[in-house]
């Protein structure tokens, strides 16, 4: 038998998913780790290789790791770190951003604090960069430790380095700044780069064949896993914020709304985050409240309130204003008329950003999947497709180690 294993690397914790030929799920793990110790990485890495059963670990095909976007490190020429990596929401790097203003004058994705380009740049000004001949993100390391090759990313992490999704290529003006030496090859996410390494096959009982693909960041992983694969199709996620990302055949960036553009396949993956979302939900009810409460609402009937549901003030999208209110009065004495107002205000948000997509020149919307926690909730899938005026369904699977898995048994099918 032939598998195909996938791992995710996210904010939460390490996952394994190992599928078969037909992606049916044999074998999944979870772990802790600290995200921000590589070696905690290594440890974990190698924690959900050995969970696998030998059996399994014979058949595997091909591999692929997905890692959080923008969290990065430094290497030396052998691949040891220099320095704790800088994490996805680090910012100590904002200062360089007047830096890059200079170059470019336009809004551009990489002119954020927290873009895997100002902390490259930021550590350009360090005293340990003259030792520095590697800057890898997460799954890039993670992946060499297992092919043994430095130097290679794919161009989902490498976004918000600046690489150019257009013309697969760095731009000019990167290309001429003194961090160039630096910048990894990058190949197309899910593309084959070596077999394991000797040491691997040993250790772990692998198949001398078995292929290491690049990777790709934790969210489009999670993406990938949804279901959505065709044109004008979308995954809501009802986790503690609202993200939409929205399958186009038109490219979409407008970051003063936080807009951005993945490229998938013939596709462009655009979408946006919102503040609202579950934490807003989990203020006001308990779980058991969410659930009880929610079965009684009827789904074809407005509630009759105007809510904009945020927990403090600042909205990113599809509203940008850091000083935006919440909008939650008046608040009715009845608890099922005020769950009610909430979750339909948060059905207004989702529709709202599609649309704004669409206005800005996206694919019109065709489908949802949802994933996350409010992904069951029946009664307010039916809300939602009310004012989405599209079908609303569950994703079959949430694990963005799945969808890793999924894009490995994918390069070994093209490859």
């Known amino acids: 038998m032939t598998y195909f ?36 990485w ?54 360089e951003i007047s830096f890059l203003e200079e ?98 096959i040993t250790k772990y009982g692998l198949a001398s064949d078995c292929l290491v693909c690049s990777g790709t960041t934790d969210s489009l992983a999670a993406f990938l896993a949804s279901g959505a694969t065709g044109e004008g199709e979308a995954v809501t996620s009802l986790g503690s914020t609202l993200v939409l990302k929205l399958l186009s055949k038109h490219r979409v960036d407008v970051p003063q709304y936080g807009i951005y553009s993945h490229r998938l396949g013939d596709f462009w993956l655009t979408g946006g985050a919102s503040n609202t979302g579950g934490r807003v939900l989990k203020h006001f009810f308990s779980l058991d409240e969410l659930n009880s409460l929610s079965q009684q609402i009827n789904p074809l009937q407005n509630s009759n309130l105007d809510y904009y549901p945020l ?10 204003d850091p000083n935006f209110l919440p909008r939650l009065s008046p608040r009715p004495d009845d608890p099922l008329l005020f769950l009610h107002g909430l979750l ?30 409010g992904a069951h909730n029946l009664p307010w899938s039916r809300l939602r497709e009310r004012l989405l005026r599209v079908p609303v369904v569950v994703s079959p699977q949430i694990e963005a180690a799945y969808g890793s898995a999924v894009l490995s048994k994918r390069a070994c099918e093209l490859g």
């Open 5 to 40: 294993l996938g791992i995710d690397f996210g904010t939460s914790g390490a996952r394994a998913i190992v599928i078969d030929q037909t992606e049916q799920i044999q074998h999944q793990a979870q772990i802790d780790y600290s995200i921000n110790n590589v070696w905690s």
């Open 103 to 200: 170059i470019l004058p336009e809004p551009h994705l990489v002119k954020s604090a927290t873009s895997s380009l100002v902390k490259l740049r930021w550590w350009s000004l360090q005293t340990i960069f003259s030792d520095a001949l590697y800057f890898l993100h997460q799954a890039d390391w993670l992946s060499f430790l297992l092919h043994g090759q430095l130097g290679i990313t794919d161009y989902h992490n490498a976004l918000k380095l600046g690489y150019d999704l257009e013309t697969l290529s760095y731009p000019e003006w990167l290309l001429s700044l003194d961090i160039a030496p630096l910048l990894p090859q990058v190949v197309p996410p899910g593309t084959p780069i070596s077999t394991v390494t000797p040491y691997i």
């Open 344 to 373: 339909e205000g948060i059905g207004r948000i989702e529709a709202r950003g599609y649309h704004l997509l669409q206005s800005l020149g996206s694919t019109p919307l065709t489908k949802v999947f949802t994933a996350g926690g």
């Open 311 to 320: 927990l403090a003030k600042g909205e990113r999208f599809p509203i940008n």
């Open 42 to 95: 290594q440890d974990g890495l190698f924690s959900l290789l050995e969970s696998i059963p030998i059996s399994l670990r014979q058949g595997l095909k091909s591999i692929l790791i997905d890692g959080t976007s923008s969290t990065v490190l430094l290497c030396d020429a052998q691949g040891h770190p220099l320095d704790e990596p800088i994490l996805y929401n680090d910012a100590r790097g904002s200062a």
